[in-house]
């Protein structure tokens, strides 16, 4: 290479990782290279030069760079390359494996597909996500920051994700005749249990988007109901939000 593009401190050009994170603040000072040269300005006269023999902390450093190639201007210029997977790297940037190298994996959660599939609407699954995991400003989360409320949808004290779905009277009707037809009749009230039975596996394909693709929206309408009444003045009745849930689901499954 002829190291007029690669930086001395920021890039692997001597595959150990960035020079910086492996130095610190003070390995400018130590080896004598500024903190923005690049790797061709750390070469005089066809020679390394580089400090740092004499320090404790850095010899084993400056022996790498000693017995690494001087960069020549007659040779080609450096080629950056992305990260894909382990020990593999490409030319051209994907996004997707780029995530999939800096994120934090965790274990896939029994909930994933019911929040997550491809026929669902993203708005959707993300206010679903944030109820899931119980993120979403309710009365009893405002309370920690010293803000009171009540629930707008039935005049309860306590308002809580698990009684806005669907312990509550209102939300519990909408979501009833919503999802009736796919569950039956005597529709579970508690919000852990219908995640659960939501989740549950033993029917068939069309039936399991259908179920899902109704949750999310219901769980989607009655958070907006929800805002509407508490930020507009803006009443819905339970037959006119109904109507509105089952608009949006056939939307989207017209557009499948």
């Avoid at 994907?94 to 190298?101: L, M, P, V």
């Avoid at 029994?110 to 899931?132: E, H, K, M, N």
């Avoid at 989740?199 to 394909?205: K, L, N, S, V, W």
Wanted: charge should be positive.
């Amino acid at each position: 290479m002829n190291g007029e593009k690669a930086f001395s401190w920021f890039d692997d050009w001597l595959e150990m990782g960035k020079l910086f994170d492996i130095t610190g603040a003070t390995g400018t000072r130590y080896l004598g290279v500024r903190r923005g040269a690049r790797v061709s300005e750390a070469v005089s006269q066809g020679q390394w030069k580089v400090r740092g023999q004499r320090s404790i902390h850095f010899q084993a450093l400056h022996a790498k760079i000693q017995a690494t190639p001087v960069p020549q201007a007659d040779l080609c210029e450096n080629v950056y390359m992305w990260c894909h997977a382990m020990d593999t790297y490409k030319e051209q940037f994907s996004a997707r494996d780029t995530w999939d190298q800096i994120r934090s994996r965790k274990a896939q959660v029994a909930w994933c597909s019911s929040v997550w599939f491809p026929q669902g609407v993203p708005r959707y699954s993300f206010i679903l996500w944030l109820a899931v995991k119980n993120m979403l400003s309710t009365g009893d989360r405002m309370r920690m920051w010293g803000i009171r409320q009540d629930c707008v949808l039935c005049g309860e004290r306590d308002e809580t994700r698990d009684r806005m779905f669907f312990a509550c009277p209102y939300s519990y009707s909408v979501w009833d005749r919503a999802a009736s037809v796919l569950i039956g009749p005597g529709i579970n009230p508690d919000w852990q249990d219908t995640l659960t039975f939501i989740q549950d596996g033993g029917r068939c394909q069309l039936d399991s988007i259908l179920l899902r693709l109704a949750f999310k929206t219901t769980v989607y309408h009655v958070w907006r109901e929800r805002n509407a009444r508490r930020h507009l003045s803006n009443n819905q009745t339970v037959a006119q939000l109904i109507k509105l849930i089952d608009k949006a689901a056939k939307n989207r499954i017209s557009s499948l």
